[in-house]
C-alpha cells in the first residue's frame, strides 16, 4: 500500500494531534505524520499502530510505546504488525545508508535482536504488503579461478524496499536505451573538425559524446564544467538541441552566461518540469517522462555525483531514444544522499565510455586544496589574497561562535563579499556545532525572530531538505512572508508558495549539512569540522570544493581531519546497477 500525500483538511491533522496526545506522543511528531502518512493518518495508525515507523525519525522502540498506548495490554511483542513494521524499518534503514539491497540473513538476525518471534513469517508478511521485493542477487563468476570439481555459490537472497528496487530497474533499463539507440548526433568529418586543435583528453570527451549514447567525464569539478560547456557550444553551433543541467536553479545561474552559446541552462528539477502537486510519499511528479520525453539531442550534466537511484531513473525515462546523455563528476566524489550509487556502478559495468580529464593548469589555492584533497593529502597552501584561512576552535560552543563571527563581521569586512554570498557548511548534521546548532545560532545573530510561520520569520534563509514540486533539494530561498496558502519563498528560479502541509520539508538554511550544500557552488564557504563528525575524504573534498573564492576552516576536530582525508574512503554501498546495466 502506497502512503498519500498529505492533506490540508485541519479535522484531519486534529485528529492526529488527539491520537498522538492520548497516547502520550510528541505534538512535534504530527506534521512529520501527517506528511508521510497522508489524510487519514490517523485512522492508519488506529488499524496498525507500527505503522508510525513509515514516519521518518521514529525508532522501533517509539512505535512499540506508541502501540502500548493506543492497544493497552493487546500491543505484544510477536504481533504480526510489528513484525512487518521492523521489516521495512530495517530496509528504510539501509536505504537511508545508500544501500537498495539487503541480505535475508542480516533482516532475520536484527529481527532476532528485537525479539521477534518469528522473523522468517516477518519477512514473508512484508513481502504480502508488496512494499519489500525479494531479490536474487547471483554471485560473481571468475572464470579464471573456475575449478570444474567445485560447487558454484548459491544466488545470495536479498530483500530491497520496493521504491528503491524498481527505481534501480528503471536507471538501468534506461542506460541500457540509450546506449542501444545513441547513433552518433555527427558525421566523422564535422567531429573530426570540431575537436581540431584541442589536447587529447577534451578530443576523446567530445568525440565520445558525440558517437555515444551514454558518456562519463572524470576530473576536477572545474575542468569537468569546463570541458562540458565547450562540448555544449560546439553541438550547439552545429544546430543540435543542447542543454546543461545543474543540481539546482542556483547552480544553473553559474553557467547562464555561457549559455549565450545557443544551449539551455537550466536546474535539473526545472528541466523535468515539476507538476505542482506532490507525488506520493513525499515525492514529486515531473511532466517530462517516458509519455513526453525532452526535445534534446544532448544533455549534460557536469555535476552529476547527487544523482541517487529514483533521480537517475526519472532522468533517464525523460531523455527519447537517441538522446545522448553525459554525466560528470570528480573522481571518487561523495556518494548521493539518497539510496544508490549511480556513477560509481555506471562505471563499474563498463558498458559505458569513461574519459579522464586532466588539470587544464595548476589553479590557484583553492583548486590546489581541493585537488589535494581528493588525492588523500591535507596540506597547506599558500594563499596571499586569504582565499583559505584556518580558524582552530577547542570545543563546540567555540566552534558556533567563530563560524557565526566569519559570516556576520569577518568575511564581509575583510574581503568584501555580502552575508548572503557567504555558505556555512557543517560536516556534522547534528550535535553541538552540527548543522542545527549553527543555524539557531545564525537566526539568532541575523534575522532573530519567534519563528511565526511554522518556525521561520520573513527574512530567513532556507533550504529544500525533501523534494519540493516549487523547488529541487538543496535549493535555497529567503522567506519573504506567508499566508493561509503557505509559506512564501524567494527561491534563484523565482518566488514560490510552499502550502503548509509541506512546510516541514524546508529547514533553516543559513548552515547546511554537506548533503544538501553540495552542487551549489559559493562565493565563498565557512565549513565547519566539528570535533565530533563523522569524516571521509569524499566528505571533506565536497564541503571545501564548493568555494569559489574564499574558503574558512573552522577546525575542532584536530588531527582527525587530516587523519581522515588520508585513510577514509565512503563506506561501500550494497547496489544492483552495476549487474543490471549488464544483462
Do not use: Y
Not at 146 to 166: I, K, V, Y
Not at 477 to 492: D, I, N, Q, S
Not at 535 to 562: C, E, K, T
Amino acid at each position: 500500500m502506497t502512503d498519500s500525500p498529505a492533506s490540508t483538511d485541519p479535522t484531519s491533522g486534529e485528529d492526529l494531534a488527539g491520537l498522538f496526545a492520548a497516547t502520550g506522543v510528541p505534538a512535534s511528531f504530527t506534521a512529520r505524520a501527517a506528511a508521510r502518512l497522508g489524510p487519514d493518518a490517523a485512522a492508519r495508525l488506529r488499524a496498525d499502530p507500527w505503522r508510525l515507523l513509515r514516519v521518518p525519525g521514529v525508532t522501533p522502540a517509539q512505535a512499540d510505546h506508541f502501540a502500548r498506548g493506543h492497544l493497552g495490554e493487546e500491543a505484544r511483542p510477536d504481533d504480526p504488525r510489528r513484525g512487518r513494521a521492523l521489516v521495512e524499518h530495517l530496509m528504510a534503514e539501509a536505504a537511508r545508508q545508500g544501500h537498495t539491497v539487503t541480505p535475508v540473513a542480516d533482516v532475520l538476525a536484527a529481527l532476532e535482536r528485537m525479539k521477534v518471534a518469528d522473523p522468517r513469517r516477518a519477512v514473508e508478511d512484508a513481502l504480502d504488503e508488496a512494499e519489500v521485493l525479494a531479490l536474487t542477487e547471483e554471485p560473481e563468476f571468475d572464470e579464471a579461478a573456475f575449478d570444474e570439481d567445485a560447487e558454484l555459490p548459491e544466488p545470495e537472497e536479498t530483500l530491497g524496499l520496493a521504491r528503491w528496487a524498481m527505481a534501480e530497474e528503471t536507471a538501468a533499463e534506461g542506460f541500457q536505451r540509450l546506449t542501444a539507440t545513441g547513433a552518433p548526433l555527427l558525421d566523422d568529418d564535422t567531429i573530426r573538425a570540431l575537436r581540431a586543435g584541442l589536447p587529447e583528453d577534451r578530443s576523446l570527451a567530445l568525440t565520445a559524446t558525440l558517437r555515444t549514447g551514454v558518456t562519463m567525464l572524470r576530473g576536477a569539478p572545474a575542468d569537468v564544467t569546463a570541458t562540458a560547456l565547450a562540448i555544449a557550444g560546439a553541438a550547439a553551433g552545429q544546430e543540435l538541441r543542447v542543454a546543461v543541467a545543474a543540481p539546482t536553479a542556483r547552480a544553473a545561474a553559474a553557467l547562464a552566461p555561457a549559455a549565450d552559446a545557443g544551449f539551455a541552462a537550466a536546474g535539473l528539477h526545472d528541466l523535468l518540469e515539476p507538476l505542482p502537486e506532490a507525488a506520493p510519499a513525499g515525492g514529486v511528479a515531473f511532466a517530462r517522462g517516458e509519455q513526453r520525453p525532452l526535445e534534446l539531442d544532448l544533455l549534460i550534466l557536469p555535476d552529476a555525483a547527487g544523482l541517487d537511484v529514483e533521480l537517475a531513473a526519472v532522468l533517464v525515462e525523460a531523455c527519447a531514444d537517441g538522446t545522448h546523455l553525459v554525466l560528470g563528476a570528480a573522481p571518487g566524489a561523495l556518494p548521493p544522499a539518497g539510496p544508490g550509487a549511480v556513477l560509481h556502478d555506471l562505471e563499474a559495468s563498463e558498458t559505458v565510455p569513461v574519459v579522464e580529464l586532466d588539470p587544464a593548469g595548476p589553479g590557484g589555492p583553492l583548486a590546489g586544496l581541493a585537488a589535494a584533497v581528493r588525492g588523500g593529502e591535507l596540506i597547506a597552501v599558500d594563499a596571499p589574497d586569504r582565499e583559505v584561512v584556518i580558524v582552530p576552535a577547542a570545543s563546540p560552543a567555540e566552534t558556533v561562535h567563530r563560524a557565526v563571527q566569519l559570516v556576520a563581521d569577518s568575511i564581509p569586512r575583510a574581503l568584501g563579499i555580502a552575508v548572503e554570498d557567504v555558505q556555512v557548511i557543517a560536516l556534522a548534521a547534528g550535535g553541538e556545532a552540527g548543522a542545527g546548532a549553527l543555524n539557531a545560532a545564525l537566526k539568532e545573530r541575523l534575522n532573530p525572530g519567534s519563528g511565526a510561520f511554522g518556525g521561520f520569520d520573513a527574512g530567513d534563509r532556507v533550504v529544500v531538505a525533501a523534494p519540493l514540486p516549487q523547488a529541487a533539494v538543496g535549493e535555497t530561498g529567503t522567506v519573504a512572508g506567508a499566508g493561509p496558502e503557505g509559506l512564501r519563498v524567494t527561491f534563484a528560479g523565482g518566488a514560490a508558495t510552499v502550502p503548509p502541509a509541506a512546510v516541514p520539508r524546508l529547514r533553516h538554511g543559513w548552515a547546511l549539512p554537506v548533503s544538501l550544500g553540495r552542487g551549489t557552488p559559493r562565493p565563498a564557504v565557512v565549513a565547519v569540522v566539528a570535533g565530533d563528525a563523522a569524516l571521509s575524504r569524499p566528505l571533506v573534498a565536497a564541503a571545501f570544493g564548493l568555494a569559489r573564492r574564499h574558503l574558512s576552516v573552522v577546525q575542532a576536530a584536530g588531527p582527525a581531519l587530516a587523519r581522515a582525508v588520508r585513510e577514509t574512503e565512503a563506506p561501500a554501498r550494497r547496489t544492483r546497477l552495476a549487474r543490471l546495466v549488464v544483462q
